[in-house]
């Protein structure tokens, strides 16, 4: 009989006991979890009280604090003066950029409407005159397409996420947001050579003179009450000069500030690479601003403009026209090709010498 009891108690209890567990178990969990959360909440007491309302108040404020670390602003969590530099980014010199751009494409489009591209007065000759080298071209061609591929990859890295990123899926955006950054970053030390090999070419040809200032005061012929007429003009005018020191000047800049961003290994500091940020972007919204009119002449404002850039030589007519001092001289060299048969049988012949206004 007692082992029968014993028996039985021997599989009552567990039975009873695993009822009480399913009844109870919230009460035990709820416990549990207060004594975790206790003890967390204890711990992040411990750590505000730790650091205080002072530190943190410290850190937001640029306050610089204490570390082992020899390099630049380590000592530094949150720099103050880059809210500055970001407000200066994003709330003023994007817009204003972006006012630049459009603008200035606007003046070339009305430019074109009202004042319509510089036509040649005279028919052409067919005789050539020798303007630009093969290197000339090559050095042009080449500045060219990297100075407008970084243009463009620079633009998509500021401006592209206000006007393409809304528009894309996010996959596409993220791809094309690393390879404008990539290609910036790699072809922009190229500019910089380029800039170099332009400076050295060309800089004896763009030195003003007071031809120049005649010719600037006339706006070179082509609006006011000079409009119609050629001034004055040597290899190169006025015109050509300012652009190709805005390319040496500005392009400068934005080299230097361009390869401070792309190689920060030599001490810089944040500020350094905000003011490089700053002055990057100024520059090259100068450049692009100004290659604007540059290209609009080139493409649509001026009859023969561009052929000289493509094959290295230019009509006799259009040397006449535009830079008779020039012609002048390569005249005086007997260095004027003569017309070809072909270009006899469909060439008029010349009508005289343009009026150029020498006062």
């Not at 082992?3 to 599989?11: D, P, Q, S």
């Not at 020798?130 to 397409?145: G, K, T, Y």
């Not at 409009?227 to 000069?241: L, M």
């Not at 009119?293 to 493409?299: E, K």
């Amino acid at each position: 009989m007692r082992n029968l009891i014993v028996r039985a108690a021997g599989r009552v209890l567990p039975l009873l006991a695993a009822l009480l567990c399913l009844a109870f178990p919230p009460a035990f969990a709820e416990e549990g979890g207060k004594a975790v959360n206790g003890k967390a909440d204890v711990a992040q007491s411990e750590m505000s009280q730790l650091a205080g309302a002072d530190y943190w108040r410290q850190v937001r404020q640029g306050v610089s604090g204490y570390t082992t670390s020899q390099s630049p602003e380590h000592s530094v969590l949150i720099s103050k003066p880059g809210e500055t530099w970001f407000i200066l980014k994003e709330k003023w010199m994007s817009p204003a950029g972006a006012v630049a751009i459009f603008g200035s494409i606007a003046l070339v489009i009305l430019a074109y409407v009202i004042v319509g591209p510089i036509m040649l007065r005279k028919p052409r000759t067919g005789r050539k005159l020798n303007r630009w080298s093969r290197l000339d071209r090559a050095l042009h061609w080449s500045m060219a397409f990297t100075f407008l591929t970084l243009a463009f990859s620079g633009l998509m890295l500021v401006y592209g996420k206000h006007f393409l990123k809304p528009y894309i899926p996010t996959d596409l955006w993220g791809y094309i947001v690393f390879a404008a950054k990539q290609y910036h970053n790699y072809v922009g030390p190229l500019f910089f050579v380029l800039l170099v090999f332009i400076l050295l070419k060309w800089w004896r040809k763009s030195l003003f003179t007071k031809v120049d200032v005649q010719w600037a005061m006339k706006l070179g012929g082509m609006v006011g009450k000079h409009k119609g007429t050629h001034p004055s003009a040597g290899f190169s005018n006025a015109g050509e000069k300012a652009v190709y020191w805005l390319l040496i000047v500005f392009g400068a800049f934005a080299a230097v500030s361009g390869l401070f961003l792309d190689f920060p290994i030599f001490g810089q500091t944040r500020r350094d690479m905000e003011m490089s940020n700053l002055v990057h972007m100024f520059s090259a919204l100068i450049l692009i601003c100004g290659f604007v009119f540059h290209i609009y002449i080139g493409l649509f404002g001026m009859e023969g403009a561009l052929e000289g850039m493509v094959t290295g030589k230019v009509d006799e007519t259009w040397a006449k026209e535009h830079h008779d001092l020039w012609y002048d001289e390569m005249k005086a060299k007997g260095e004027i090709e003569e017309a070809d048969a072909v270009s006899n049988d469909t060439q008029s012949p010349p009508m005289g010498e343009p009026m150029h206004d020498k006062r």
